[in-house]
């Protein structure tokens, strides 16, 4: 499966090459301001030695700059490679359903095809996008704070050592109930758009025996139904979207 969808990035293979270059360099950028600021208080202000703060002050300035820029660049980047991916995936998943037998037209659904093509290739996008960014710049950057912590003073990193114990446990209690919330949500999108589907091709029917109130009545408690169940998945991308 993971072969199948890599397979779709298509031409926007060097939009997703790039994307973790600019990552690492947008870390590297960031991890050195530390450094930076340690130095302009030891071999600045506490030497007395204006010229070091001047200088040490300046680096920090041009290190915060290419980290926004690499930043900028990568989430350019990596949007592109995204939805180049989602239109090829896109692409790809309706050429193959043109090639279905009449056992996989009487198997699949048309509302569950919709859902398919819709809702699941832009999860697979966003996913995909956040592969690019987060699924490399964190791990990097915890490496690399690691590291750096380790060198600084050894005992207080243990602290660190703990909190991402804690965090790992937290992250896996997430990702398990996640993963049950958005099979529960892809059904519910399916009735959802099947109750589309339904209104769109028999709309005349509906006109003609003045079932409007009955198929409003039931179009709202299909979309009450289907709004409260994304509540938490939708809690969980937009934190995971926001780190």
């Known amino acids: 499966m993971i072969k199948i969808l890599l397979n779709q990035i298509g031409e926007y293979k060097r939009d997703t090459i790039i994307t973790p270059v600019f990552t690492v360099l947008e870390v590297v950028a960031e991890l050195l301001v530390p450094f930076v600021i340690a130095s302009l208080i030891d071999k600045g202000i506490e030497a007395g030695n204006l010229r070091n703060v001047y200088f040490y002050g300046a680096l920090m300035i041009v290190l915060a700059f290419f980290g926004l820029a690499f930043g900028i660049l990568a ?92 965090l790992a446990a937290a992250l896996a209690l997430i990702m398990s109930r996640a993963t049950k919330i958005f099979s529960k949500v892809f059904h519910r999108y399916d009735g959802l758009n099947a109750s589309v589907q339904e209104n769109t091709s028999a709309i005349r029917v509906v006109k003609a025996f003045v079932r409007e109130g009955y198929e409003n009545k039931n179009r709202a408690g299909i979309t009450s139904f289907t709004q409260a169940a994304p509540l938490p998945e939708q809690f969980i991308f937009k934190r995971r979207n926001l780190k």
């Open 75 to 166: 989430g350019r980047f990596a949007a592109s490679a995204s939805s180049g991916f989602a239109c090829n995936l896109r692409q790809s998943m309706f050429e193959n359903i043109q090639t279905f037998s009449f056992s996989n037209i009487d198997k699949f659904s048309t509302a569950g095809l919709v859902t398919r093509m819709t809702t699941d290739v832009t999860h697979l996008q966003m996913a995909f996008q956040m592969c690019l960014r987060i699924a490399l710049r964190a791990p990097l950057m915890l490496i690399c704070s690691m590291v750096m912590c380790l060198l600084i003073n050894a005992r207080l990193s243990m602290i660190f050592l703990a909190a991402i114990v804690v």
